[in-house]
């Protein structure tokens, strides 16, 4: 009965592939995100869909693409890895009726690009 | 834009004494402010949340926090830390839809 989940949890890949990374959250949230953890654990949104239209998008490589096929998953997909994409990716959900409303994180996906 | 600073990047507790990491924001209108916690290779856990009323909130684990609206804060305190408490601690700030963080504070409480 996990609330977000995503796979794989563990990611090793070669500089130049293409991966992807999934997300769902049975909560019935019509929010979902994406957010990076860098080494340093710092912790930056990537992305934000709402109702499965992207409404953040910080400033983020090109290569990595979201997709929502519908308002329960949230993929995303990077391509041409880097060795700068290592890092933890989580995703996270909310239900926007308002903003104070706090956000439920998955366990993250650890990508390591050799 | 708004930002969140955690000016500690470690701290030392003993256990049974109470334990404050501090919060300070900057941000344009009232802000609704965060605390999560995460544990090693886990994701980050909701503790609790200021939007209005009561300065001084309560939320899991026996955690509260007071907001400071004159000094721009948001501590979390706990009267009484475990060892179970040790992890690392984001603050975070959202006055529209993104939700900006802290860079962490690692709570480390020894035995």
């Known amino acids: 009965d996990t609330a977000v989940s995503q796979t794989p949890k563990y990611l090793v890949t070669q500089m130049g592939n293409d991966k992807s990374i999934k997300c769902e959250q049975n909560?019935?949230?019509?929010?979902m995100y994406w957010y990076k953890q860098d080494s340093k654990k710092f912790l930056k949104i990537m992305f934000s869909?709402?109702?499965?239209?992207?409404?953040i998008n910080e400033t983020v490589p090109n290569r990595f693409s979201p997709k929502s096929p519908d308002k329960a998953h949230l993929n995303l997909h990077i391509n041409s890895l880097e060795l700068g994409d290592s890092a933890v990716y989580f995703c996270?959900?909310?239900?926007?009726?308002?903003?104070?409303?706090?956000?439920?994180f998955g366990p993250g996906t650890r990508l390591t690009v050799l | 834009a708004q930002s969140v600073a955690q000016p500690e990047d470690q701290v030392n507790v003993a256990e049974g004494n109470p334990l404050t990491v501090k919060c300070t924001y900057s941000?344009?209108?009232?802000?609704?402010l965060f605390w999560y916690v995460q544990y090693p290779n886990r994701g980050l856990q909701f503790l609790l949340k200021?939007?209005?009323?009561?300065?001084l909130v309560k939320g899991s684990y026996g955690f509260e926090a007071e907001f400071n609206k004159s000094q721009t804060s948001f501590h979390l305190k706990k009267p009484s830390a475990l060892v179970s408490d040790s992890a690392l601690y984001f603050c975070?700030?959202?006055?529209?839809?993104?939700?900006?963080f802290g860079k962490g504070t690692m709570l480390l409480v020894s035995p």
């Open positions: 909560l019935g949230h019509d929010t």
């Open positions: 996270a959900s909310s239900q926007t009726s308002g903003s104070s409303n706090e956000q439920f």
């Open positions: 200021y939007i209005t009323g009561d300065n």
């Open positions: 941000v344009s209108g009232n802000p609704y």
């Open positions: 975070a700030v959202r006055p529209y839809s993104t939700l900006t």
């Open positions: 869909y709402n109702n499965k239209e992207l409404i």
